[in-house]
C-alpha cells in the first residue's frame, strides 16, 4: 500500500473543509439492505441516550479509505462508500423535515462516475420532501429497472420507517434531535488517506480489501500514524521511520511465536480477537494511557475536547481512538525541544519498544514465565488489568531493606500467587496450606481445584526438569477436564442386543482381559473373575438372548469396579482429582483404573 495518513474525523469537520466524495466506476453500486441502515441507525439512537454531556464518549465508524483526485478537487472514496452514501441519505432526511430549521448545507457532496441517474436518484428526496416510506414506494416505479437505485430507495424507506415511529411517540420525539447531535459531532470517521496514489495502486488496493486481504486493524492504523509521510520529513525522522518499520517485523515476529504468545495473552484459540499480534502491546499501552495521561489531561486542559475514551463505547478499535488522542494532546502541547510530529512518534514508539524489551525479559527468566503465564491464565478475561499491574510492579525497582529489584519483583509475583490460590488468606503457613487445599471439594471448589492442580503441573515440571517449559500453548490450545482418577460412578456398559464386534460390553470384557490384576479378582460369590470373563466371551454370555439377565457379566463387572475402588462414598478431594486433556478423558469411557493409566501413559 502507498504511503498513508490516518485521523479521525467529524461530520462537522467535513462540513467545513467542504468535502467531495468521488465514487469511480469500477467500484460496485449501492448495496446495503435495511438490515444494514437500521442496524447504524439503533446504534447512533442507542448511543444518543447513554451519553452523557461531556464524558468524552463518541461513536466512531469502521475506516474510509480514500485518495486525492487527480485534479484536486475532491477525493475519490476506494472504501466506505457504503457508510457515506447511507450518512448522505441521513442528512436528506433530517433536511427534509427540519426545513428552513435546517440552515446549513449538506455536510458533504457525493457524486457518481457515469451513473447519472444514481445521482438524480439521491436528490430527489430532499427535492420532492419525502418523509415517508409510501412516497418512495411511489417513486420505486420510475427506477425499477435501475439496481442501485432499489438499493437506494430501499435505504431511505427505511430511514422514513425509522424517524416517523419516533415521531409518532411523544416519549422519544426528542430523541431525533439527540441522534443529530451524535452524527454531527459525536461520531468520529477514521479517515485512511493514501497519499500519492495512481489509479493502478487505487484499483489494487480496492480489489484487495474486496478480497479481504487487507484488514484495518488497529496496528495498521497506528502504523499509519506513526509512519505517515505527509510534507517533507526531516532526515531524522525518515531515518527514525524506517528503524520502526524493521524493529515492527521484529515484534511481530517474536509475538508470533506460540510459547512467547500464550504465556502473555489469555486468548483461547478459538476467540481470538488480535489480528496482528502487536495489537496486544497497543491494547495494553492504550489502556494505561487512557487511564494515566489522557485522563490527566482531561483536568489538565478542562476546556478542550475530551481525551479519554470509552472502552465500552468504542471497544473494536479502542486502541487507535487512544492512540489518535494521544497524538492530538502532544501535537496541542508539544515538547518543545522537539518537532512537533517527532515528539509523538518517538513517544509512542518509546512505549511499545519498553513492552516489547519486559516482555522478553520475563520470557527469559523461566520462574518469572511460569509465575506470569499462572497468573495471566487465571485472570480469565482480566488478564489486561493483570498484565498492566505486572508491568507498573516490574518498574517500581528495588524493593525494602536493600532487595535487589528482581527479588523484589519475584517475592512480589509469589505472594500474587499464593492470593489467588488462598484468596484472602494473609501470609499462609505450611499447616494453613495443608489444610486449605485438603479441604479443597470437587462439588464445591472446582474453580479453585483446576487452578491448585494447574500450578502443581508448572511446579512438578520446574522440579523435574532443568529450564524445562510448561506449554501455556498447549494447555490453552486444548479442553481440560477435571477429571476423578478412581472414577465416582461407573455406568455399566449397555445391554446391547447387537451381535457383533463392537458391542459395548464385549469391548469392555476385551479390554478388562488386558488388567493383570484379573487373576486376583473374584465374584461375590467365589468364581475367579479370569476364568468367567473367557466364558462369557466364548459363549457370548454378555449378550441377553443367550443368557437373559446377563448375570453373570455382571457379576464380573461388580466385582471388578469394586476391586479397583469404584463403590462406597465418592472421593471428591484433590487427591482423587486430575487435569487431563478432552480427548484422552473420553477415549477410555468405561475402562476400569489400570487401562486408563495405561491410556495417559
Known amino acids: 500500500m502507498s504511503d498513508t495518513v490516518v485521523r479521525l474525523k467529524t461530520i462537522a469537520d467535513l462540513q467545513t473543509e467542504s468535502v467531495k466524495f468521488y465514487i469511480d466506476a469500477y467500484q460496485r453500486g449501492y448495496r446495503w439492505t435495511r438490515n444494514e ?28 479509505i480514500v485518495t486525492r ?58 427535492e420532492k420532501h419525502f418523509t415517508n416510506s409510501e412516497d418512495v414506494l411511489r417513486e420505486m416505479a420510475s427506477y425499477e429497472d435501475d439496481i442501485d437505485c432499489h438499493y437506494i430507495l430501499e435505504a431511505y424507506s427505511c430511514i422514513c420507517d425509522f424517524f416517523q415511529k419516533l415521531m409518532q411517540d411523544p416519549y422519544t420525539q426528542h430523541e431525533i434531535n439527540d441522534m443529530k447531535k451524535i452524527f454531527d459531532v459525536s461520531m468520529k470517521i477514521i479517515w485512511y488517506e493514501l497519499v500519492d496514489c495512481d489509479v493502478s495502486k487505487e484499483v489494487s488496493v480496492f480489489s484487495k480489501i474486496n ?40 515484534i511481530e515476529a517474536q509475538l508470533s511465536e506460540q510459547g512467547f504468545w500464550s504465556f502473555l495473552v489469555n486468548e483461547k484459540k478459538d476467540e481470538m480477537t488480535y489480528a496482528t499480534r502487536i495489537d496486544f502491546i497497543f491494547r495494553v ?61 518517538e513517544s509512542i514508539w518509546d512505549g511499545v519498544c519498553e513492552y516489547y524489551r519486559m516482555f522478553k525479559d520475563w520470557y527469559k527468566n523461566v520462574h518469572w514465565y511460569h509465575m506470569i503465564g499462572f497468573l495471566v491464565e487465571t485472570s480469565d478475561r482480566q488478564y489486561i488489568d493483570q498484565i498492566l499491574e505486572l508491568s507498573n510492579l516490574y518498574r517500581e525497582g528495588s524493593g525494602q531493606s536493600g532487595e535487589g529489584h528482581k527479588d523484589h519483583f519475584e517475592r512480589e509475583l509469589r505472594n500474587r500467587i499464593a492470593k489467588q490460590i488462598f484468596g484472602d488468606l494473609q501470609k499462609p503457613t505450611r499447616k494453613d496450606c495443608r489444610d486449605f487445599i485438603t479441604g479443597l471439594d470437587y462439588q464445591n471448589n472446582p474453580r479453585d481445584i483446576r487452578k491448585t492442580l494447574l500450578l502443581y503441573n508448572i511446579a512438578y ?25 478412581n472414577a465416582v460412578s461407573d455406568t455399566r456398559p449397555d445391554d446391547d442386543r447387537r451381535d457383533s464386534d463392537d458391542n459395548p460390553r464385549r469391548q469392555w470384557l476385551l479390554k478388562t482381559k488386558e488388567v493383570p490384576e484379573l487373576e486376583k479378582i473374584v465374584t461375590a460369590d467365589g468364581k475367579p473373575v479370569k476364568e468367567l470373563v473367557e466364558k462369557i466371551l466364548n459363549e457370548k454370555l454378555y449378550l441377553a438372548k443367550q443368557q437373559p439377565d446377563t448375570r453373570d457379566f455382571i457379576q464380573v463387572y461388580e466385582a471388578v ?38 491410556t495417559i501413559l
Open 561 to 598: 469396579i469394586n476391586y479397583f475402588g469404584g463403590t462406597g462414598e465418592p472421593d471428591n478431594t484433590i487427591g482423587n482429582l486430575t487435569l487431563l486433556d478432552g480427548g484422552t478423558n473420553r477415549s477410555y469411557k468405561n475402562d476400569v483404573f489400570p487401562l486408563k493409566r495405561k
Open 211 to 250: 478480497m479481504g486481504k487487507i484488514a484495518l486493524t488497529n496496528a495498521e492504523l497506528i502504523k499509519a500514524l506513526l509512519l505517515k509521510k505527509d510534507g517533507n520529513p526531516s532526515d531524522a525522522m525518515s531515518s527514525m521511520q524506517m528503524n520502526i518499520a524493521v524493529k515492527w517485523d521484529e
Open 69 to 126: 483526485k487527480e485534479d484536486g478537487d475532491g477525493w475519490k472514496v476506494i472504501d466506505g462508500q457504503q457508510r457515506l452514501t447511507t450518512l448522505y441519505l441521513i442528512y436528506s432526511f433530517y433536511h427534509v423535515i427540519f426545513g428552513n430549521f435546517f440552515s446549513s448545507p449538506m455536510p458533504f457532496q457525493l457524486s457518481y462516475n457515469n451513473k447519472d441517474r444514481l445521482e438524480k436518484c439521491i436528490t430527489t428526496f430532499v
Open 285 to 345: 499501552m492504550a489502556r494505561e494511557l487512557n487511564e494515566g495521561i489522557l485522563k490527566k489531561a482531561n483536568d489538565t486542559y478542562p476546556n478542550e475536547e475530551s481525551y479519554t475514551v470509552s472502552e465500552t463505547v468504542n471497544r473494536e478499535k479502542f486502541s487507535f481512538y487512544v492512540f489518535s488522542n494521544y497524538v492530538r494532546l502532544l501535537l496541542k502541547h508539544p515538547d518543545e525541544n522537539r518537532n512537533e510530529d517527532q515528539n509523538y512518534i
Open 461 to 485: 515440571l520446574e522440579a523435574c526438569q532443568e529450564n524445562g517449559r510448561f506449554p501455556f500453548e498447549k494447555y490453552k490450545d486444548e479442553t481440560w477436564d477435571l477429571e476423578h482418577i
Open 37 to 64: 441502515v437500521r442496524d447504524l441507525l439503533d446504534d447512533i439512537r442507542e448511543f444518543s441516550q447513554v451519553k452523557k454531556p461531556d464524558d468524552g464518549a463518541f461513536y466512531c465508524l469502521q475506516p474510509i
